[in-house]
C-alpha cells in the first residue's frame, strides 16, 4: 500500500516538472510560477513564500509530521524549489535564488541517504553541483555552515 502510494507520488512529480519546465520553456514565467505555487500548497501545504523564507530546521520538522512520507515529500519540495530558483535566477532576483537553492540544498542534504540507490546515484551530481553553485552565490555564515557540514559528511 504504501509502495503503491510512493509509487504515484513520483508519477505525481514528473508530471509536475513536465508542466512547470513546458512553460518555462516556451517563455510563460508566470505560469510555471503559478503551476510551482499551487504543487507547493497542495504537497506541503504552505505557499512558496513561507517556505522559502522559512529556516531549514523548521522546513524539515513540518515535513516530518508526515511520518516515512517526508522524504518523497522533502524531493518533490526540493524539485519545485530547484524550478523557483531558475525562475528567480532569470528574474535577476538574487536573494530569492539563494533562498530556494539553499532550501531545496538542505532538503536533499537530508533526504540522500534514504534514497532508492538509482535515485540516490541521480540526486548526488545534483547535489554537488547545487553546493558548488551555493558556494560560489555567498558568503553567508549560516551558508558556509550547511556547506560545511555537507562537506565533512561527505568525505566522512
Known sequence: MAQDYIMRLVE???RMLAAIIAH?????DAEAALEI????RQAIGLP???VRRSSPEALWELL???GGLRYPRAVMLAELLLQDAELSK???RPADTICSQLQAFC?????IGVLSHDEAAFYRPRLEALANELEASSSDPYLQ???HAYRTQKTA
Open 12 to 14: 505525481q512529480i514528473g
Open 24 to 28: 518555462r520553456k516556451a517563455g510563460r
Open 37 to 40: 505555487e499551487a504543487n507547493c
Open 48 to 50: 512558496l513564500e513561507i
Open 64 to 66: 516530518q509530521q508526515g
Open 90 to 92: 532569470s528574474a535577476n
Open 107 to 111: 532538503l536533499l542534504t537530508e533526504s
Open 145 to 147: 555552515q550547511k556547506l
